[in-house]
């Protein structure tokens, strides 16, 4: 949760972005109303607590080679599923890995495991990886290939 | 309302080898000092207005969709939950306005299967899911799937920059 009112500001001033001037931190501090030392240190305070994830740059997938982009879904066993999620996770072309509810009858899968690549080849090569991990704690798989983004905004918290 | 195909992607040859260390160098932790970009700068051997020039530049074309701090929603109260329609075909793309009009909506992919339309759900609070999940499904007539997740294994959007892709 936020904790007061200068970290909501905070929050509502960068999310849109770090501003791209010598001294952010300042330019930062000047619409929060605070020092620019305050700035740091909440942020290294939010970045301790989690709150915030990292400070850096987010590239768009297409333009750094990773064309194709397959949501992997997985039927795992509930007692085998916690430590397998986590080897999954560690997988250098896992981005998200995800445990989340079966809808049954039609949607057996518990594991999501979103995975990148420079072409469908490549993503099912990584699929095929994640399969010989799983081995027999896994009963069935799919694979989700996106084929157009309809919408991608950043989260944006109300004023 | 103009939808962006997986084919509309920024030109390859607007990366050259700088601004590919300087990608791979930035999905790091970005430093808490009185000039970041400074220290960013001297770190990869180039100048700090070039570093400026550069990142300014790369977010005008989208090859960065953003660069700042990463905000985890659920650690400031509000809740993210991952959504599938199944859309009849022909009405995909008036059900994709339908749904990307909310302000809830975060992101929004057209997935190859029967549930072929998946979005992201963001509010700023835990109960806002359920409101924008019943708009949803009022405006559409289409019932909504939620995901929500269960447990986190590992999420991090950091990917190396491919080799060829410095034109």
Redesign the interface.
Known sequence: ??RDDIERRL?LA?????P???????YIAEQVGCS?AEV?ER??D?LA???????????????????ANG?SVWDVRDDAV?GL??R???LPF????????R?LPD?PYNL?AMV?G?SRDEVLAHVAEIRAVLHRDCRRH?V???????????????A | MR????SE??A?A??DAID?R??DA?????P???????AVAESLGIG?DDL?AR??RM?AS????????????E????RFV?AALAVPEDRFDAV?EQ??AL?E?????????C?N???VL?T?TADGIGAAIERIEHETGLAV?A?????????????S?????DA
Not at chain 1, 14 to 18: D, E, F
Not at chain 2, 26 to 30: D, K, P, R, W
């Open positions: 949760m936020m929050v960068t999310q849109a972005g770090l791209l001037v010598p001294r952010p931190y300042a620019e740091r942020l290294a939010l607590r989690g709150v915030v994830r990292r400070i850096g740059a987010v590239p768009n997938h297409y333009a750094i080679g990773y064309t949501m916690d999620g986590e999954i996770g560690a896992v981005t998200h890995c995800y445990r989340r509810p809808a949607w999501f990148h420079s799919d989700l290939f996106s084929s157009r983004i309809l919408k991608k905004a950043g989260l944006r918290i109300g | 939808l962006a195909p997986m992607r920024p390859r607007s990366i590919r300087i990608i930035l999905q790091g932790g970005f808490l000092v009185e000039r970041p970009y400074l700090e400026l990142l300014d977010l989208r090859v960065l969709t953003r660069f700042g701090p990463m905000f985890q929603v650690r400031m109260g509000g991952l994709a749904v990307n302000p909506v975060a992101h929004n992919y057209r997935r190859e299967h549930l339309m998946w979005f963001a700023e799937r995901f929500p997740k269960e447990r986190e294994y590992f999420v991090d959007m950091r990917l920059v491919r080799q060829g892709h």
